[in-house]
């Protein structure tokens, strides 16, 4: 294992990007990253599982014959170099097809989320402008609804329509590949915001060379593993890192169709024998609470774990460690920049419990006061990147939208944080999510990780309350475990629990417990929903009159 000081103090982006593509910056396709380089290897490519049990895989060689056909297609329906093309599509062999393809014709790809109804569909395709939107039958329906909708193409299409097979046996099977340069998008990816509209943001083919860097020294991706990436490719991490990343280093990716589930989880790492697996801490959450059911047939077949979305519970670390014989290591990014701080599997450095890492390698992380100031260790601040020393970072701002993220040479993430002796960052919350209580800055994600070391809580979400005397009183949201019932025993004796673990004044004076949180298509927690219900319940009771 490389040692983390001397990977970060070695690091020459000429010479990484050299090594990680095939082209060079003024030369690149991300057809040709992905897959054209790696046939005549003999290398697996795609595994494919359904709900059923059904399995397939394909090769490097048989993708880049279908995206060539595909692309051949998309070219007739009149896309082109730099045109949109947007996917809204299960995780098959299609949709891997589909997003080569767009690529091969130095076109963009954007995502579209399943879950996502017609409204969030029409934004994003309004925004785009895409010349072609591919679909399935299951989806079919809901462009329906979409105005102005773009042609569509759809695997198992009616009579009347585009059919997606059909049009690709048709096809010639020769298409060239367009070369683009490295400061040209290949990826049109919307962030969604606590307010407002999502924004749309391009991400340019060198950051190719970024998501390769973070499969091999944070993923740890080898040779001989079997990876799994449970994020849906219509979400970042998932398109990033499911797709990109493995792919553009020749290692097969796998692809499972269907809802999460214990049992489905443990049924593909069992039978794939997945031994690098990447998820986000809500999945993992699920499979800790069927305890033994889940862990016992596969302990021990998993090498490693990483986790991304939201922080990583220090229960959760633990229950890996104890459960499954693996170790589990929390993961940090954004959208807009990828995964840029990470507890490493492939760089060796002091993993703190609780802690997001240290900067990847091309990367400047630092934590700045509100005057853009660079604090020193132990004081909280907002997570930067010193964008003059990062020359990984590739954002660049929203696809004409403007942004107060940039304050000079450094981009600000609007997450709050904590410089450590070592170098590791520490995560506190979100901006907006840090609780003001009695004079005192509690971050919530310190108090959930105390409340799910309790064994009744299965999840927990924790926002700032509005109080007159203390500015914010500490509430909880709680999800029982089975077996546990709500009580106000139970609720003082969480309160005392958080109390012993953590310090007096950074308990829940309120809890609440509830059957589920709000959380985001991708199972990000959404505090400010919360947050916001706590706001308006006040209002409504400030509004009536007493004894009304």
């Known amino acids: 294992m490389r040692d983390y000081a001397e990977a970060a103090r070695a690091f020459e982006y000429d010479q990484v990007a050299a090594g990680a593509l095939h082209g060079n910056l003024r030369a690149l396709n991300a057809c ?23 399995g397939a895989r394909y090769s490097f060689e048989q993708l880049q014959a279908m995206a060539a056909r595909m692309g051949n297609v998309l070219k007739d329906q009149g ?67 979409v105005s102005g909708c773009p042609t569509i193409i759809t695997v198992g299409a009616a009579a009347h329509e585009l059919d997606f097979q059909q049009a690709l046996e048709a096809a010639s099977d020769h298409c060239e590949p367009v070369m683009r340069s ?24 060198r950051a190719i060379v970024a998501f390769q860097g973070y499969m091999r020294d944070a993923i740890d991706l080898r040779p001989d593993d079997t990876f799994w990436n449970l994020a849906d490719p ?65 302990k021990g077949r998993l090498r490693v774990v990483s986790s991304a979305g939201e922080p990583l519970n220090p229960e959760v670390i633990r229950w890996f460690a104890d459960a499954l014989n693996v170790t589990i290591h929390d993961h940090y990014g954004q959208t807009e920049l990828g995964m840029v701080l990470c507890n490493h599997h492939g760089l060796a450095h002091p993993v703190n419990l609780g802690s997001a890492g240290f900067a990847i390698p091309g990367h400047r992380i630092v934590v700045l006061d509100e005057a853009g100031n660079e604090l020193p260790a132990g004081q909280p601040g907002i997570l930067a990147v010193d964008r003059e020393q990062s020359p990984l970072c590739w954002f660049g701002g929203y696809h004409g939208v403007p942004t107060k993220a940039f304050l000079g040479k450094y ?51 924790v926002v700032g309350k509005p109080d007159p005397q203390r500015t914010e009183l500490i509430k909880a949201f709680v999800v029982l475990a089975a077996g546990h019932s709500a009580s106000p025993e139970l609720e003082e004796a969480l309160r005392q629990h958080v109390r012993q673990r953590l310090y007096a004044h950074a308990y829940p004076r309120e809890i609440e417990f509830v059957g589920e949180l709000p959380k985001t298509p991708s199972g990000k927690l959404q505090r400010f929903i919360l947050r916001n219900q706590e706001i308006a319940k006040q209002r409504a009771a400030q509004a009536t009159p007493a004894g009304a």
């Open 32 to 54: 040709v990253e992905c897959c054209d380089r790696h046939v005549g290897r003999n290398l697996p490519a795609l595994i494919c599982e359904d709900q059923e049990g059904n």
């Open 411 to 461: 981009y600000l993430s609007g997450d709050t944080v904590e410089l450590n002796a070592d170098g590791s960052i520490s995560f506190v919350g979100r901006s907006d999510d840090v609780i003001t209580t009695s004079g005192y800055r509690v971050g919530p994600f310190d108090v959930e990780s105390a409340l799910i070391e309790h064994p009744a809580v299965i999840e927990a979400a």
């Open 182 to 205: 490295g400061d040209d998008p290949f990826l049109l990816m919307f962030t969604s915001g606590t307010t407002g509209p999502a924004k749309p943001l391009e991400v340019p083919l």
């Open 79 to 145: 896309v082109g170099p730099g045109d949109r093309v947007a996917g809204l599509m299960p995780r098959t062999v299609e949709l891997l097809v589909t997003i080569l393809a767009t690529w091969r014709l130095g076109a963009v790809y954007q995502p579209l989320f399943t879950a996502f109804g017609p409204k969030a569909i029409e934004h994003r395709l309004e925004q785009s402008q895409a010349r072609v939107v591919v679909t399935d039958r299951n989806n079919r329906a809901k462009l329906d609804d």
């Open 234 to 298: 219509g979400w970042a991490y998932g398109l990033y890192y499911a797709v990109t990343g493995p792919l553009a280093l020749g290692h097969a990716t796998t692809f499972y169709d269907g809802p999460f589930s214990v049992e489905s989880c443990a049924r593909i790492i069992d039978k794939l024998g997945i031994s690098n697996l990447a998820g986000s801490p809500t999945a993992y959450r699920l499979l800790i609470a069927a305890g033994e059911a889940f862990s016992a047939p596969i």
